[in-house]
């Protein structure tokens, strides 16, 4: 009993480790100076290489394989949308994923909405429609708020279109976690690279900063998380890594006095809510 116990608090120190060195990107990716396409490129490529190297039979293809697609999009939107707008902002759209899982899951998965995932969608709507209107001047970083908040509109969709994916992966027997996460990196890295090329020069600062990301906050983030995914419960788990669209505005604050308006934390609190609400009312139906 004491030994399961131990297993299940370390599990969920895991997953909070990992929420925890995902919900720094917005400030590290802020940190480089160099443009998107250099960023996402450079950040994905270290990751593919580290994680590749960790777990060698995530390069095996599979049906997972395909999924690589979205997520290799997820990740070069939300840096640019990053780079825009405030991290909160960038954040808290691609937090709407949920929303539209819960819209397109029918056609795609035949899967049927429930009564109680009515109260979810409302609340990531309304949370929508809020992050959407709210409006900032522009800042040193966040240059363009009004495209940034596009290109996370359009990261949201991408990563619900990955969430789908994988449960359709799934159901067929796709047993690679890593799979899409080391495709995805290497995606991302053969689409941006040729796009960003020639790369500036490189100061000691961005190349400390792009390792970082590409080492530890896409890495070892996800080496935590199946770590603690094997010990904690699926609809536990989304509620522990809820911790990360909570913190992202926190480190950008902190580090470049980055403060979105107040609307965009009235819209991510709903986004947010509306996220926690679905994942319970899905844990109370089983």
């Not at 890594?241 to 470049?256: I, K, M, R, Y």
């Amino acid at each position: 009993m004491v030994s399961a116990g131990r297993d299940a608090l370390r599990a969920r120190a895991a997953l909070l480790g990992a929420a925890l060195l995902f919900s720094t990107g917005g400030a590290a990716i802020k940190s480089v100076a160099l443009d998107a396409w250099s960023v996402a490129g450079l950040r994905s490529g270290v990751a593919a290489l580290l994680l590749g190297l960790a777990w060698p039979l995530a390069w095996r293809p599979g049906p997972s394989v395909v999924v690589a697609v979205p997520y290799a999009a997820t990740l070069v939107l939300f840096v640019a949308a990053t780079k825009r707008t405030t991290a909160a902002e960038a954040i808290f759209l691609q937090s709407t994923a949920p929303l539209y899982v819960l819209l397109l899951a029918p056609v795609w998965l035949g899967e049927r909405v429930r009564r109680q995932d009515v109260l979810a969608l409302a609340l990531m709507g309304a949370g929508l429609a809020v992050l959407l209107t709210a409006q900032a001047p522009p800042q040193r970083t966040a240059p363009d708020p009004v495209g940034g908040k596009v290109l996370g509109l359009a990261s949201g969709l991408a990563w619900a279109l990955t969430l789908l994916g994988l449960r359709a992966a799934a159901r067929r027997g796709a047993a690679e976690p890593l799979g899409p996460v080391v495709w995805g990196n290497a995606l991302a890295f053969l689409a941006c690279v040729p796009v960003a090329w020639p790369l500036p020069p490189l100061r000691a600062v961005d190349l400390g900063v792009l390792l970082y990301l590409g080492a530890v906050q896409i890495g070892l983030a996800y080496l935590l998380l199946l770590r603690g995914l094997r010990g904690v419960p699926a609809p536990q788990a989304a509620l522990l890594l809820l911790a990360e669209p909570a913190l992202n505005p926190v480190w950008a604050g902190w580090v470049h006095g980055e403060w979105p308006p107040p609307l965009a934390w009235v819209g991510g609190g709903l986004v947010l809510t509306g996220a926690a609400a679905q994942v319970i009312f899905a844990k109370q139906s089983t």
